[in-house]
């Protein structure tokens, strides 16, 4: 714990640079609230008190999990695991090459490296390292965490790299020339913020940044959008939102040869609904579109987009196009053109391109499948890939230069595979994933609960073949329910590791205010609907009850960022029906949440508190504000990152601070770097899922 001044230090250069004030921004928010909240204080990172009232929880954590015999063992497990040799090592296309990101025990923050696809192809590829991120930390004296490159076409050897400082979404990006190995003199290099930067060529970007403090919207995130030139030239602005806006950005449109055929502008005006215009020499033309709606790819002269909601003939959850052509002529009578339309067990899960070819990752039944599109004579003809079925598929990467494509196929119990496929329909197997737990013994089902409303709810059970049907089966189940995020079957090899080999069983629960059935189930749970995420959850885990797969005594939930409201108000709304709750790095306090970090861009999913109507319904589930004394609850175990600049630790410290002051039991700890992901660092990490199921098998083991 002597390091935490040091690295909420390094938290509050961050943000500052972002423009927010650690010690002012983060108090201020409805008068109201403020009068009646005793731990606005825990809201200010890095103050004297609020770091002393964690490294006293710390302690009290550190003697209850990490003195159990078992977090020992637990945390070597884990550890094997995350820095394991026989990993996959995940490609990028690249350069006519691959590239790849690779942590281990030596390399503990990791090096970027390449080689040649037919050296990749091997058992032992041999890698060029491009760029030592513990090298480069040690020099600079920082916990520099890879946040990618983004480098310029077609030949894509000069790269923007992003950096960060610990793990935050803030980010330092710098240009690096992966011929030399080294950071360009004189090169582009933008300062620590929350930015995004495109190449528009050799010597022009697009960025999006706060150019001064001030030019931050009330999320955090930019909404002024310039031309950089290299040269250090004054840059010339072209877009400029508002500060009420979620964020502003440049999209450039890559055309053959790394030439840029046009610039769009995104404006984002919620989390959910933003505008699109080219950029055009008379200035910014707007194109048709609804207000949600997201850009997906350009390729063969074709913008794509998905659409989020029903407009003119197309329903919402469809893939459009327009034709970059009839844009430039007249964007107001260019017509869009359907791509392809789900069903309604259906969902579009990722839409990308390689050379030439349009991509679109599905879900169908919570399962993965994938089609290619060839646009040819104005009609996309789509072919699908004979990837396997019942499985989770993944995009991994998409070739510039050729129609290759890299996917992962996993499952619950089935180790994750790599998979090079040509977008005209050739597939082959390129690496699997030796098996990093015992999966001999255990089994997948899929069941459906029913909500307190009628609808049926999916939901996955991992289980021991041999499972007596008697409750007695410990039970770790995750939920998330929000902006659309799909949870469908995965390999997540330390939870087979720690949970499933000593008889424990998995659950994820496909609740609505996710994307496992497209736009409608996301609607379902928004804003003043959020309830029905909570039945949604509640109805599985009393169907594994009614089941006789676990009881009360025996389940666990776990979830985070998101999450987190789920976990607390499961815990408050039904603290009988769970023995355990794992809450991490969470959004808690739903009545401040838009006054802290990043949420204020959140508003359209959650409502806004600081509008009377919206208050109301939100005030009735918060966690935070529906916690009361003598109530029997499940001692939680609460954790988060102190270089959380997404969702703010605030949360978390004062909902333990508030069950400390009630008498509740509760356990609370808080790592100081790694992020919003918090598994920046494979050491860390390891620790993390230790405490994680050391807490599990005390309350739902023992």
Not at 195 to 209: E, F, G, H, P, Y
Not at 328 to 337: G, L, S
Request: some cysteine.
């Amino acid at each position: 714990m002597k390091a935490l001044p040091l690295a909420l230090a390094a938290v509050a250069a961050s943000l500052a640079v972002a423009g927010v004030s650690l010690t002012a921004a983060h108090a201020q928010g409805p008068k109201e609230v403020g009068a009646v909240d005793p731990f606005l204080w825990l809201e200010e990172i890095e103050s004297p008190r609020a770091l002393a009232w964690v490294e006293g929880q710390n302690a009290k954590s550190h003697v209850r999990l990490e003195e159990d015999p078992r977090y020992e063992v637990f945390r070597k497990e884990a550890l094997a695991i995350f820095t394991a040799k026989d990993r996959i090592a995940m490609p990028r296309f690249r350069a006519g090459g691959v590239d790849n990101f690779w942590q281990d025990g030596t390399h503990i923050h990791g090096i970027w490296r390449h080689t040649t696809l037919a050296s990749y192809k091997t058992a032992d590829p041999q890698w060029q390292t491009l760029l030592d991120l513990d090298a480069l930390s040690k020099a600079e004296g920082k916990n520099w965490i890879w946040k990618g490159a983004n480098c310029l076409k077609p030949a894509q050897t000069l790269c923007l790299v992003h950096l960060s400082n610990g793990g935050s979404d803030a980010v330092e990006d710098r240009e690096f020339d992966t011929t030399t190995g080294k950071f360009v003199e004189g090169g582009f290099h933008f300062a620590n913020a929350k930015q995004n930067a495109s190449w528009v060529d050799k010597d022009t970007l697009i960025v999006s940044r706060p150019w001064t403090p001030d030019e931050v919207t009330k999320s955090g995130y930019a909404y002024v959008v310039k031309l950089v030139k290299r040269g250090g030239g004054e840059p010339v602005e072209v877009f400029r939102g508002a500060k009420t806006d979620v964020q502003a950005g440049g999209i450039v449109l890559e055309g053959k040869n790394g030439v840029a055929d046009g610039l769009m502008i995104t404006h984002g005006l919620t989390f959910y609904e933003r505008d699109f215009s080219l950029m055009r020499p008379s200035g910014l033309k707007p194109i048709a579109l609804p207000k949600k709606a997201e850009f997906n790819a350009y390729v063969d002269g074709q913008m794509v987009f998905t659409i989020k909601e029903d407009w003119k003939a197309f329903k919402a959850g469809a893939v459009i196009s327009y034709d970059l052509e009839d844009l430039n002529k007249d964007p107001a009578t260019a017509k869009a053109q359907l791509v392809f339309m789900p069903g309604a067990h259906d969902a579009v899960d990722r839409v990308s391109a390689s050379k030439d070819r349009l991509v679109i990752v599905l879900l169908q039944d919570v399962k993965g499948a994938v089609d290619t599109y060839d646009h040819k004579a104005g009609v996309w003809l789509p072919r699908r890939l004979k990837l396997p079925g019942n499985a989770n598929i993944n995009l991994v990467s998409a070739s510039d230069d050729s129609n290759e494509l890299f996917f992962t196929v996993e499952g619950f119990l089935d180790p994750t595979s790599l998979w090079l496929a040509e977008a005209d329909g050739a597939v082959a197997k390129l690496k699997q994933l030796p098996a990093q737990f015992d999966a001999s013994k255990d089994v997948v089902d899929q069941h459906f609960a029913t909500s307190n409303d009628g609808t049926k709810v999916p939901y996955f059970v991992v289980h021991r073949k041999d499972m007596k049907l008697d409750g007695s089966t410990p039970t770790q189940m995750f939920g998330y329910g929000g902006f659309e995020l799909s949870e469908p079957p995965v390999y997540i090899p330390q939870m087979g590791k720690l949970w499933l080999e000593r008889g424990g069983a998995y659950v994820i629960a496909n609740i609505r205010g996710g994307g496992e059935f497209g736009p409608a189930w996301h609607e379902a749970a928004l804003r003043e609907h959020r309830q029905r995420a909570f039945d949604d959850f509640a109805s599985v885990a009393k169907d594994l009850e009614t089941r006789k797969i676990t009881s009360p005594r025996h389940m666990g939930i776990y979830a985070r960022s998101n999450g987190g409201i789920l976990t607390t108000v499961s815990m408050t709304q039904h603290p009988e029906l769970f023995n355990a709750i794992v809450i991490e790095s969470p959004l808690i306090d739903m009545l401040r949440y838009n006054h802290l970090s990043a949420g204020a861009s959140w508003v359209a999913e959650y409502g806004d508190p600081d509008v009377p109507a919206d208050r109301e319904f939100i005030a009735k589930y918060s966690g935070y504000q529906n916690l009361k004394p003598g109530v029997k609850y499940p001692e939680p175990y609460i954790t988060t990152n102190t270089r959380d600049d997404r969702v703010h630790p605030g949360h978390p410290r004062k909902f333990a601070a508030m069950m400390e002051k009630m008498g509740l039991p509760y356990l609370y700890y808080e790592q100081t770097f790694g992020g919003h992901a918090n598994d920046a660092d494979p050491e860390l990490n390891a620790r993390r899922w230790a405490r994680h199921y050391v807490y599990l098998s005390q309350k739902l083991m023992d």
